[in-house]
C-alpha cells in the first residue's frame, strides 16, 4: 500500500500481475519504464522470471527493483546483480526516500529512452538486435545498424534507405502490422511486439520478433527492435510436425519419467484403454497388467531399458472396463545432451486380431503336421523359388535320408534319382518351374537309390497351392513307396509270360502228335 501510494504521487501509470507469465505479457503489452518486483509473492517464480527477462534483449533493458521486507544477504545481492536487477529497497522504507528513489530511477529511464538511443545503442549491435527507423506517413526506412544489415543480407546502409519497410516485410505482416502502428501513432498503446516474416536480399524468408516504438528524434518516426527467430520458428515447427505426429499416430504411445510414472499418452492409448491423459498421469503402466507377465519379466525389463538398451516383447493386458487386449511393445529411454536417461517411451500396437488369427493358424498348422507327420506316404511343399517348405518324417522311411539333411541338401532329391530315371523326374520339375499357372495334377514313377544302396519304385502325384488371393504358393508333391507293387507286377507280367509260353509249346507238341497219329 506505500507503493502504491508512492508511485500514485508521481503521476505515473500503474499495471500489477501475480504471476510470471502474466507478467511477461504485460511488460511486452505496456513497454514499461520501470519493473518493481515484490520477492515474497508466492505466485512468482523469481529465478525463472528473472532469466526470461535476461535473455530477451527487449526486456533486459528495462531497469528491474527488487522490493523485499527485509535486507538481502550480499551473496543473494551479488546473485540478482548478474541478473540485471539495478537496485533493492525495502518496503518500510521511509516515503519520503521511496519517492526519491523511484523518482530517479524514473528519470533515468527517460534519459535513456529505448525510443531515442535504439539506433546507436551498441549493446543491440553485440546481442544481435537488428533496428530500423522509418517515417511511418512515408513507410521509409531512415535508418538501420549494423546488424540490420547481416540480418537482411545487405552490405551497407544505403541499400536499405529510402527504400519502403514493406519491400522487407512478408505481405501478411501488412494488415495487422497496419492496424497496430495506428493505435501507436494514436497513443492508444505505447508499443507493441509481433512476430513478423521479413524478406532478406535475395529472397530468403526469416521470422523476427518486432518491438515497434515511436521515436522521439522525429515526430513521424518509428523505430522498429527485430530479433531474429528464424531458428526458433523451425524448432516450433518441428515440435508441433512431431506433436501431430504422435498425436495421430496409430500406435499406443505412453511417456514415463524415469521412475515409471506416465507423464504423456496419446489419444490412440485413451482409444485402446479407455483412460484419458488426465485419468492416468502419474500412474503406472501395471495398472493395465493381467498377471500374464510375471514380475521378473517385468525386472528383466526395467534393467534393459535402464541400462539404455530397447526392450521388444507382447504383453496381455486388460482395459478400464476389464477387456482383454494384446499389444507389441517397444520400449526405449529418452536421454538429455549429457548422456543421462530423463524418461522412457513405450511405442505399442494392438494385435489382439493378429492373435486370434495366429492361433488360428497354429490350430491349422497342428492339424495339418498331426495328418502329414503321421501319414504313411511321404509329403512335402516346394515353394515359389523351390525352397522346401514341408518335408514330413516319412522321406527318411522311403529314402533313408533325414528331413534335416533333405533341408541342408535342396538338391538331394534329385541326386537320388536313379539315373535312367533323372531326365523323367527333371523334365518334369522344369514344367511346373515355367508354368506357375499350370493347375493340373502330375503324376508320374521314377525310381531312387536308398542311403543303403538299395533301388525303391516311387509314385509321384504334385499339384499347385494358391493362397485366398490367387498368389502361387509353390506345389505340393506326395510320394509313396511301391516297389511292393511294381516287383508284383513284374512278377505276373513274368508269370503271364512263362504261361504264354508254356502255352505255346504245348500246342506245338499237340500239333506234332497229330500228325505222327
Not at 485402446?272 to 503406472?284: D, F, R
Not at 527318411?396 to 531326365?423: A, C, M, Q, W
Request: proline share 3%; glycine share 4%.
Amino acid at each position: 500500500l506505500q507503493l502504491i501510494q508512492a508511485l500514485q504521487s508521481l503521476t505515473v501509470d500503474i499495471i500489477t500481475a501475480t504471476t510470471n507469465e502474466s507478467i511477461i505479457k504485460l511488460i511486452y503489452e505496456n513497454n514499461p519504464q520501470i519493473i518493481l518486483i515484490d520477492i515474497n509473492t508466492n505466485t512468482i517464480n523469481l529465478d525463472e522470471l528473472l532469466a526470461t527477462i535476461k535473455i530477451s534483449p527487449l526486456l533486459n533493458l528495462i531497469p528491474i527493483i527488487l522490493l523485499s521486507d527485509t535486507n538481502l544477504e550480499l551473496t543473494q545481492q551479488l546473485k540478482f546483480y548478474e541478473l540485471g536487477i539495478i537496485d533493492f529497497l525495502i518496503k518500510d522504507i521511509n516515503p519520503v526516500i521511496l519517492h526519491s528513489k523511484i523518482a530517479a530511477f524514473l528519470k533515468l529511464s527517460n534519459d535513456y529512452s529505448v525510443s531515442e538511443q535504439l539506433i546507436d545503442n551498441k549493446l543491440f549491435n553485440y546481442i544481435g538486435i537488428g533496428l530500423i527507423q522509418i517515417d511511418y506517413l512515408q513507410g521509409t526506412i531512415l535508418s538501420v545498424n549494423h546488424n540490420c544489415l547481416t540480418m537482411f543480407g545487405y552490405d551497407a546502409a544505403n541499400e536499405l534507405y529510402g527504400k519502403l519497410i514493406t519491400d522487407i516485410s512478408h505481405p501478411d505482416n501488412f494488415k495487422i502490422n497496419s492496424e497496430l502502428v495506428k493505435q501507436l501513432i494514436n497513443r492508444s498503446i505505447k508499443s507493441f511486439t509481433i512476430e513478423n516474416r521479413y524478406v532478406k536480399n535475395d529472397g530468403e524468408l526469416i521470422w523476427g520478433r518486432s518491438t515497434f516504438t515511436l521515436s522521439s528524434t522525429g515526430a513521424t518516426n518509428l523505430v522498429i527492435a527485430i530479433e531474429n527467430i528464424t531458428q526458433q520458428k523451425k524448432i516450433e515447427e518441428q515440435l508441433r510436425k512431431f506433436t501431430l505426429v504422435v498425436e495421430q499416430n496409430p500406435a499406443s504411445i505412453v511417456i514415463t519419467n524415469i521412475n515409471g510414472e506416465i507423464e504423456y499418452v496419446n489419444p490412440k492409448f485413451t482409444a485402446i484403454t479407455g483412460y484419458t491423459l488426465e485419468e492416468i498421469i502419474g500412474k503406472n503402466p501395471r495398472i493395465l497388467n493381467t498377471g500374464h507377465t510375471k514380475r521378473h519379466e517385468y525386472q528383466y525389463l526395467w534393467n534393459t531399458i535402464k541400462s539404455g538398451n530397447q526392450w521388444r516383447g507382447e504383453f496381455l493386458n486388460h482395459n478400464k472396463s476389464g477387456k482383454l487386449y494384446w499389444e507389441k511393445a517397444l520400449i526405449s529411454p529418452i536421454f538429455d545432451s549429457n548422456g543421462t536417461i530423463i524418461n522412457f517411451l513405450g511405442i505399442k500396437e494392438e494385435i489382439s486380431e493378429f492373435k486370434v488369427v495366429e492361433e488360428s493358424l497354429k490350430r491349422n498348422e497342428l492339424l495339418f503336421r498331426m495328418v502329414a507327420d503321421f501319414t504313411y506316404a511321404w509329403e512335402y511343399w516346394l515353394g515359389p523359388n523351390q525352397e522346401l517348405i514341408y518335408n514330413s518324417p516319412s522321406c527318411e522311411r522311403i529314402t533313408g535320408y533325414s528331413k534335416e539333411e533333405f533341408e541342408h541338401e535342396p538338391d538331394l532329391l534329385i541326386r537320388i534319382v536313379f539315373n535312367e530315371d533323372r531326365h523323367i523326374v527333371e523334365s518334369h520339375i522344369l514344367s511346373y518351374k515355367t508354368q506357375e499357372d499350370y493347375i493340373y495334377k502330375d503324376s508320374l514313377v521314377f525310381r531312387i537309390v536308398r542311403k543303403d544302396g538299395a533301388i525303391r519304385w516311387i509314385s509321384h502325384d504334385c499339384q499347385p497351392v494358391y493362397s485366398n488371393d490367387g498368389t502361387y504358393l509353390g506345389r505340393r508333391g506326395s510320394n509313396r513307396d511301391v516297389t511292393q507293387n511294381r516287383l508284383a507286377e513284374e512278377q505276373l507280367t513274368k508269370a503271364y509270360y512263362d504261361l504264354h509260353l508254356q502255352k505255346e509249346q504245348l500246342n506245338a507238341i499237340l500239333d506234332n502228335a497229330e500228325t505222327i497219329i
